[in-house]
């Protein structure tokens, strides 16, 4: 059973236009959300972070939205560079829980 | 800046092997993680631990062990290698508590032949 599902394995972009990923979840106790980038060959590294009190977190071109109700986040890339093409992988987290539960990821490319 | 370091970026290793993956990390976390990333598959929890010498099966522990004898330190042993452990090995580590993510070593591609 999938708790975060990234329904959209992959994603093709034009360099400058947005970029929108997508992240489904199931579990209501998740209380914040994360976006990890990873590069082929690398660790995942951190990217932005919502809390589930907030509707929106915004860090300089990336902006993350959730959707309670819905149960949904979506990341948005503005404007989009091929230094953003990279697989993406949301994550929910709980209170203490020591682990964070996954998405599969969705690989981006950017075209220049 | 912090950091966890895994000791190999690439290994080879011969089917029936017994192989060991270090992770090293500075930032006194607690809570540190063994997680395989396979494509398609994203990441998957191998084993984790939360202190020393204690440790909890992930999602897909079969074939594998860990030990942390230290807090810095946490291996991942492969008892007996096999060509369907070939995959990239992500250490992570995280404080504990609050709204903090993991911290990610660069991995080890390993592959089994």
């Known amino acids: 059973d999938q708790q975060v599902k990234q329904n959209s394995p992959s994603l093709s972009v034009q360099e400058g236009r947005i970029s929108i990923l997508n992240c489904d979840y199931t579990n209501s106790m998740f209380d914040y959300f994360l976006w990890y980038k990873k590069y082929p060959a690398e660790g995942p590294t951190f990217l932005i972070s919502?809390?589930?009190i907030k509707d929106k977190n915004e860090d300089g071109r990336f902006t993350v939205f959730l959707n309670k109700s819905a149960k949904h986040l979506s990341l948005h890339i503005v404007p989009s560079q091929p230094g953003d093409s990279a697989v993406y992988f949301c994550a929910g987290g709980a209170g203490n829980n020591r682990k964070l539960i996954w998405g599969l990821g969705t690989s981006l490319a950017v075209n220049p | 800046d912090v950091k966890v370091t895994q000791s190999s970026r690439y290994l080879v290793k011969r089917t029936g092997e017994k192989v060991f993956l270090e992770c090293v990390q500075d930032?006194?976390?607690?809570?540190m993680f063994w997680y395989r990333q396979d494509p398609g598959l994203g990441l998957r929890l191998i084993y984790f631990s939360y202190d020393v010498k204690m440790k909890e099966k992930g999602d897909i522990p079969e074939g594998y062990s860990v030990s942390r004898e230290k807090k810095e330190r946490f291996s991942l042993i492969l008892e007996s290698a096999s060509t369907n452990q070939t995959s990239m090995y992500l250490c992570?580590?995280?404080?504990?508590?609050?709204?903090?993510?993991?911290?990610f070593g660069s991995g080890t591609r390993l592959t089994v032949v």
């Open positions: 930032m006194d976390h607690e809570n």
């Open positions: 919502i809390s589930s």
């Open positions: 992570a580590s995280r404080a504990p508590g609050g709204i903090y993510g993991y911290t």
